[in-house]
Nanobody
Framework: VQLVESGGGLVQAGGSLRLSCVAS????????MGWFRQAPGKEREFVAT????????SYTDSVKGRFSISRDNAENTLYLQMNSLKPEDTAVYYC??????????????????WGQGTQVTVPS
């Protein structure tokens, strides 16, 4: 499955952005999906994950209550709504897909397919 992210940009602290990830060439509706991010000089880290139906989600502690992951299987699209953004949220954000019917996880190496990333910048 091919993944293409969009929606990144520069936003002031306290603002909002919605990232999108469009999937093609595979069975999107059968796959757990995740969002990860990588800040300069740091490892790529887990942000959020969602199961195939959208009924199960999980977040890293630093974004709980501010970010929301969702999906539209009819449109083969994954979303990340980001509110109350902070400078420490600055990173390249990547969407990722697991193989069909696997459970969602927080582990980067469990994901088989990755998008090219979209930059989110929140100036301090």
């Amino acid at each position: 499955v091919q993944l293409v992210e969009s929606g990144g940009g520069l936003v002031q602290a306290g603002g909002s952005l919605r990232l999108s990830c469009v999937a093609s060439g595979g069975t999107f509706s059968a796959r757990a999906m995740g969002w990860f991010r990588q800040a300069p000089g740091k490892e790529r880290e887990f942000v959020a994950t969602i199961n195939w139906s959208g009924g199960v989600t999980s977040y890293t502690d630093s974004v709980k209550g501010r970010f929301s992951i969702s999906r539209d299987n009819a449109e083969n699209t994954l979303y990340l709504q980001m509110n109350s953004l902070k400078p420490e949220d600055t990173a390249v954000y990547y969407c990722a897909a697991r193989g069909p019917w696997y459970h969602p996880t927080t582990t980067r190496n469990d994901y088989d397919n990755w998008g090219q990333g979209t930059q989110v910048t929140v100036p301090s």
